[in-house]
């Protein structure tokens, strides 16, 4: 889920386009395919499973297999 604090989120999907405005959210099911483009800086706040993966499904030195406890 991504909530935008500030500006304009345009969601690119493969079949579509959402416009998400200052105030609104936007929920990407599990493994739809999803580009997020912005015409300027927009203030986001990400809420997702702590198990999903900041890499997706690609594994490299930068992926955190285990969390840190906040």
Known sequence: MLLVAKCTLHMNFRDRE???NEGEFIIVPHAVQHMPVADEAVHI???E???TLHTG???KERTVN???RI
């Open 45 to 47: 706040l990400l809420l």
């Open 18 to 20: 959402a416009i998400v």
């Open 49 to 51: 499973p702590k198990t």
């Open 57 to 59: 499904n690609i594994f």
């Open 66 to 68: 285990q969390l840190e």
